[in-house]
């Protein structure tokens, strides 16, 4: 079955995704991909960025499509604490429908597996509980620098790795605060530092999770256009595992 939605999409103005990713024409590619529902979710690293944020706006509004477009935004936990990068009065200035975000480092420079578990853990248990966070974005996702050789995540060569308990805390934490959990496609499925040992048991800790009774909520994360082209397989490889779009979360839910 092809996946009806994409909740995870950047755009050229924060200067993350390229030139390619014109609002316009991720609007109309995602028509093309038979999408009903998409969100744009740029960054927000800083309240200095909400003016790029409401260009995204207007563009939006100029475009007429039987889609439906949520307005959104991708925020980051900004150290130890857990703060988030994003406030009240940020989410009402910007006029954002939809609040994703998580972790974006490991915050360590050398490997200390334990360490960084824990860490880890603890803030995306944070960020599940953040009243304004409505889904945690690819967890145990960390940049391809920090699988260097010598590196903090050198160890992550699969999701054995991670402890049992850990995944089932967090599924009943996502589930206390009735929030989802991203299904990501190219965080995880494209980038070189995962290789297909972590891909199979990544896929499998998806299916743990919405086994608990999680909702996912199914993104390619794009900064190319043609990473939008992914959507369709992410949906295969969570139909592989036995998820369907019943098990898929949208915006709608955040009222539940």
């Known amino acids: 079955m092809p996946s ?6 950047h755009t050229h103005y924060l200067k993350c995704a390229n030139e390619t990713m014109q609002v316009k024409d991720v609007v109309r590619r995602c028509e093309s ?7 744009i979710t740029d960054h927000l690293n800083a309240p200095q960025f909400l003016p ?13 499509t039987p889609m439906r477009v949520y307005f959104g935004v991708e925020v980051n936990v900004l150290d130890k604490t857990g703060r988030v990068s994003i406030d009240e009065e940020q989410l009402a200035e910007g006029g954002f429908e939809v609040v994703i975000g998580g972790p974006h480092t490991s915050y360590f420079k050398e490997p ?3 360490g960084i ?17 409505d889904v945690l974005v690819h967890p ?11 590196g903090p995540m050198e160890w992550l060569t699969d999701m054995t790795q991670i402890p049992d308990w850990h995944t089932r805390e967090l599924a009943e934490t996502a589930l206390k605060y009735g929030k989802a959990i991203e299904a990501n496609y190219s965080a995880f499925y494209t980038e070189k530092q995962y290789g297909e040992a972590f891909r ?11 086994r608990r009774g999680v909702k996912l909520s199914i993104a390619t994360d794009s900064h190319d256009i043609n990473r939008l082209d992914g959507i369709h397989k992410m949906m295969e490889i969570l139909e592989s595992v036995g ?12 009222a539940a």
């Open 4 to 9: 009806p939605y994409d909740f995870h999409i």
């Open 33 to 39: 991909l038979g999408l009903e529902a998409i969100a």
């Open 52 to 64: 790029q944020h409401a260009l995204i706006k207007r563009d939006l509004s100029e475009i007429d």
């Open 112 to 114: 200390d597996k334990e």
């Open 117 to 133: 578990i824990d860490l880890q853990h603890q803030l995306m248990l944070q960020v599940l509980a953040h009243p304004l966070v």
């Open 140 to 150: 145990w996702w960390f940049s391809a620098s920090e699988f260097r050789p010598g």
């Open 200 to 210: 199979e048991t990544y896929t499998h800790y998806l299916a743990e999770i919405a």
């Open 243 to 254: 998820i369907t779009r019943e098990q898929l979360w949208t915006p709608e839910m955040k």
